[in-house]
């Protein structure tokens, strides 16, 4: 767990250099919330399988349900608006830690996965609400695009205290 937070720490870290002199497109930051999307989605349902508490559970499959239709609705915003999403630094970033993450976690022993899992869950949506609240949403061009990001930023919040409520009443 050490070494998964230790990695989120370096990639926020070289994200906010990175974010400081970007200019990303709206089909990259359209991107960035896919691979957010995609890596929540694969980690829950690991979760949903692992987990030992039913509370812990039920979060997982709220979180991959939530995650789905967030990707739903992001690939139709895009289409609608005439976007393709694109790879960006920053988008790979969040892939690559969504791997590690599940990689963690699926290493994680039996008695400290509920631990491990709500860990990386506050770790994960900090650090997209931050990437949503000062890079994503004040860079983005299209209404629509901004609406679906604002409404993403708002299911994010949700999800971070959550994962606190759960994570202190383990």
Known sequence: MLKFVSILIVSAFAFNVHAQGSGLSDGEIANVLMMVNESEIDVGKLADGKAQSANVRSFAKNIVDTHRQNMKEIKKVTKEIGIEAKDSSL???????????????????????????????????????????????????????????????????????????LRSNL
């Open 91 to 165: 988008s790979k970033m969040f892939k690559e830690d969504g791997k590690s993450a599940y990689k963690d976690l699926k290493r994680a022993e039996k008695a400290n996965f509920d631990q491990v899992y709500l860990d990386q869950q506050i770790v994960m949506h900090d650090k997209i609400l931050s990437t949503l609240n000062n890079t994503l949403i004040p860079g983005v061009q299209d209404v629509k695009l901004k609406t679906q990001l604002e409404r993403s930023r708002d299911a994010v919040a949700v999800h971070l205290a959550q994962a606190r409520t």
